[in-house]
């Protein structure tokens, strides 16, 4: 293959890239402007009736609120995303996953019995810039930038705290009845692990068939560009959400 064949499918496969990132840009930009409850941590109308008006101890359906808030919590789902994107075994997984449960775990726990109250706008912008800061840390621009690399345990940890507040304040904002109470959120955080479970098993799967593939590692770094800009599209709605409610 002669040089000048070899520099067009080099622009080729630029300008696919940049399509590529462009297109699920804009996937993101269409479903965070025109999705009818955009916060992260929206729940149905059902849901929420359900929620203020049930009383006493009720394990399955808050193991399923639980679970069906996780696995609908898309950015809960970008951050695991970040998060197992370069893990190939599954014992790494494992340790990044449990302390991302951990965290969001205890705060979740914490803040909804001692009523912790802090804007849900402000949780799910710090939850947007947890997707932004993986998706940096994947791309290795602290070591670049800072000329260090920071601990990603603790990291994954520290997010995981403010998943878990997010969860929480959710759990506030709809009032659920004090009776019955601790039993309904060991339930919910069940269904959330339950939740967490499934959706890593389905971002593993597709993560397998596509690292088998030749161009995974050709587009790895473009899949962390539309990552970012996930998480940044996040912040602003929730930012914008702040200052105008």
């Known amino acids: 293959m002669d040089q000048k064949n070899i520099k067009l499918q080099s622009r080729r496969s630029g300008l696919s890239k940049a399509l590529i990132c462009i297109g699920l840009f804009a996937a993101l930009a269409a479903f965070f402007c025109l999705a009818p409850d955009a916060g992260a941590h929206g729940v149905t109308a059902g849901d929420k009736g359900y929620i203020q008006e049930s009383s006493g101890s009720l394990t399955l359906p808050f193991i399923y609120l639980g679970a069906k808030h996780m696995v609908t919590g898309y950015d809960h789902l970008l951050f695991l995303v970040g998060v197992v994107f370069f893990l190939y075994r599954f014992r790494d997984v494992g ?43 994947n791309m290795g621009a602290y070591q670049r930038w800072f000329g260090f690399q920071p601990d990603t345990k603790i990291a994954t940890l520290v997010f995981g705290l403010f998943h878990g507040f997010g969860l929480a304040t959710k759990i506030l904002d709809y009032k659920v009845s004090p009776d019955g109470l601790i039993p309904n959120l060991i339930s919910f955080n069940i269904g959330v692990e339950l939740g967490q479970l499934m959706g890593l098993a389905m971002i593993l799967i597709a993560m397998g068939f596509w690292r088998r593939s030749d161009n995974f590692m050709r587009h790895a770094y473009a899949a962390q560009v539309v990552l970012m800009a996930g998480g940044f599209l996040l912040v602003g709605y929730q930012i914008t959400g702040f200052f105008v409610s």
């Open 95 to 137: 340790i990044y996953v449990s302390l991302f449960a951990v965290g969001h775990t205890v705060t979740l726990l914490l803040g909804t019995l001692m009523e912790i109250s802090v804007s849900a706008y402000l949780i799910d912008a710090i939850i947007g810039f947890s997707i932004v800061y993986k998706a940096l840390d």
